[in-house]
């Protein structure tokens, strides 16, 4: 990324202050400063617009979420050239997970930018995540695609994520099912069942059930292990 | 689009009938021929490059896809300045929905450029889409975002797609949940139901029912508008 003085406009400008801080955390002055603010305004501080549309960040996280896949699509096609489409589809999640962006939103230190109607506090910690995927968005529109790209790669990638723990890391599908059961109010239960099909008295048989429907059945040495790989085909069942 | 001469690499080339056709149906003259090679292989004709690599277009469709989704991501968010990220998020899924590719693969005329291991016609009509994501892919790499972005826009968007037709049309909810179904295999049924609360005679209340359970339910005047609103609930509690 170059070196960039400071604009004249910077001088002049009534953001003096928002200019300079976000040179400071993204290496860059703004151009077009109205952009920025809008990527730090969640809805709850938002006003009507038009016909009931906010001046939230909500249509630049929509964009920011896209180029931000498509980076990231890149980057692993290149770096990956002997992996197959599945291989790469899955970093992928795992790379732009709501997790790691809400990490990364932390990282840069954009919590200070963002602009609540509540207390920051009360807010859900995806609000974090949302404003750094609006100020992708904030970044493609205002410098475009291969500035963004340049961004993402020396000031993201390269620095905030790791790729070993990212390659190495396992979905954590029993988490993932479970937020599923929690939004649809659905009951559920691991049960440990015993049948005289077991190879081991120390191989344990999970069975998820949902509903009084089994959703997912694994065996495995570890009953923790045996959890996640029921979960796993329940995930896959449910299409999650 | 600018017009481009016919560069000398495309006369001493081995693939000089393919950079012609390429020429003719693109607009432009391919670079990297190889890539464009690669965009039109199904894993039916490919060969194994190296841990049961296959060099078919199935990775260079991964990122096509992520592209076209960030540059249809661009174009709404600039088209519909008042239209909230529900609306775009909607529009986006139609404009690149498996029917749309296939639609757009066709008339770019790209089934004849499609090197299978089958017959074509024995091929599913999804070989076509693939194959128009794949060259996507291909072109970004071989030109980059904004040419691809410009192709996009000028040879695609705005000539295939009917803007009007997406904004209108309704997403087919009930083709969605019966696709699913058949997948999963799972028994489903509508049923209309009748009951004593049934506001007139002429108004029918549908359930959609599977595996014994009822996902979905709806009343509407039309008995198809009924259905259609009782695969999108069915839809919706399986987030499909």
């Not at 396992?170 to 009951?187: G, M, N, P, T």
Request: aromatic residues 10%.
């Amino acid at each position: 990324m170059p070196i960039f003085s400071k604009p004249l406009r910077v001088h002049f400008s009534q953001d003096k202050k928002l200019h300079q801080s976000l040179r400071n955390i993204l290496g860059f002055y703004p151009g077009n400063i109205a952009l920025y603010k809008s990527a730090f305004r969640h809805s709850s501080a938002a006003s009507h617009i038009k016909d009931g549309i906010k001046d939230s960040n909500e249509r630049l996280e929509f964009l920011g979420d896209s180029v931000i896949g498509t980076v990231v699509a890149d980057y692993l096609f290149k770096k990956f050239p002997f992996k197959d489409e599945g291989f790469l589809t899955k970093m992928r999640s795992k790379m732009v997970s709501r997790n790691q962006h809400n990490s990364i939103a932390n990282k840069l230190g954009l919590r200070s930018f963002i602009e609540a109607g509540k207390e920051r506090n009360a807010m859900p910690s995806s609000i974090n995540g949302d404003a750094y995927e609006a100020l992708i968005g904030a970044i493609y529109l205002d410098k475009g695609f291969e500035f963004a790209q340049q961004f993402l790669l020396t000031r993201i990638i390269n620095v905030h994520i790791d790729m070993d723990e990212v390659e190495t890391k396992e979905v954590d599908f029993k988490s993932k099912f479970i937020e599923w059961a929690q939004k649809e109010k659905k009951d559920y239960r691991f049960e440990t069942a015993v049948d005289g099909n077991a190879v081991s008295d120390k191989l344990f048989t999970i069975q998820l059930i949902v509903d009084d429907k089994i959703l997912g059945s694994a065996q495995h040495f570890s009953k923790k292990r045996a959890e996640q790989l029921a979960a796993e085909v329940a995930c896959i069942a449910l299409e999650l």
